[in-house]
């Protein structure tokens, strides 16, 4: 059941879960998120990054959506950081249903005339918008990009930026990175930080780079306005160490039925736990009233 991601994450943000947004880098994780999405009876989002595009070409949108439409889960397909119009504009003529425009390097004035521009276009199609106000931090070999440093979202300037831009949904800066954490210590998310934007902005709020925090302090976050919840690291992490393990033990192995499943199979244990960290876990019926 193909969403717009407005109506996805509106009974999400109402209800106080979130939903998971997974990146896809082939079709395997397509299957990983339908299926874990299925068995869970979880809402779910598929999400591409624009270098996930390039990999592999316009027409994999054609395949994702006839997926999408054929399963009864709700499910929306969002473009991950689309760094410019152009890059929106190509989602949505692939059908997307959501986009992303991250201007959040660009001064508050240009981010949010960007983004109100890409509001205007997306909205007349029915297609809704991420925006980001804040950085995320960025970690070594994470290819979705992020800063050096992290400069965390305002609450007051999220309260003006949404009203100037009237956007759907805000991805938030309170100290998550992209990708996978080096270091021993993760990070501490500022939940008191959070907790102010929610009291200022009355849209759903975004986490990125999902992957690799606490536990308890994921937790929280649907608790102050959080709808979505970005994962990419932790899920490709499983599938590709489930894969290498497999062809040291298998080095003839060349089959793709037979490398193949173990991997989607790990994949997809590390959705269905993140689905019920989010919260998300049975609430699919929720969409059918």
């Known amino acids: 059941m193909l969403l717009n991601m407005k109506n996805l994450l509106k009974t999400a943000y109402e209800n106080q879960f979130a939903v998971g947004s997974y990146n896809v880098a ?47 889960i709700p499910i929306a397909i969002h473009l991950d950081h689309g760094a410019s119009v152009q890059d929106v504009m190509r989602a949505i003529r692939n059908g997307f249903t959501s986009v992303m425009i991250d201007a959040s390097h660009a001064s508050f004035e240009d981010n949010i005339a960007i983004t109100k ?98 536990d308890e302090e994921i937790s929280q976050t649907y608790l102050h306005g959080v709808s979505k919840i970005n994962l990419s690291t932790d899920m490709k992490n499983a599938f590709f160490q489930e894969m290498r393990n497999f062809l040291t033990s298998n080095q003839g192995a060349y089959e793709p039925d037979v490398i193949m499943p173990g991997a989607r199979s790990a994949a997809k244990e590390v959705v269905k736990k993140k689905m019920d960290l989010f919260n998300s876990t049975n609430h699919a019926n929720l969409y059918y009233k």
């Open 117 to 214: 521009e890409v509001v205007q276009l997306a909205h007349a199609v029915d297609v809704s918008v991420e925006a980001e106000l804040g950085t995320i931090g960025s970690n070594d070999n994470s290819s979705e990009g992020g800063a050096d440093e992290i400069l965390y979202t305002d609450p007051q300037d999220a309260k003006t930026f949404v009203e100037e831009t009237g956007v759907d949904t805000l991805a938030v800066a309170i100290g998550t990175s992209h990708g996978q954490y080096k270091h021993a210590g993760k990070p501490e998310l500022k939940l008191e930080l959070l907790k102010e934007i929610y009291q200022q902005v009355a849209i759903p709020l975004v986490l990125h780079g999902g992957s690799d925090n606490k």
């Open 26 to 72: 082939n079709s395997e994780f397509v299957r990983v998120v339908i299926k874990a999405a299925e068995e869970k009876k979880a809402p779910a989002i598929i999400q591409i990054h624009p270098n996930e595009i390039e990999l592999l070409g316009d027409e994999f949108t054609a395949y994702v959506r006839e997926v999408c439409q054929r399963t009864s």
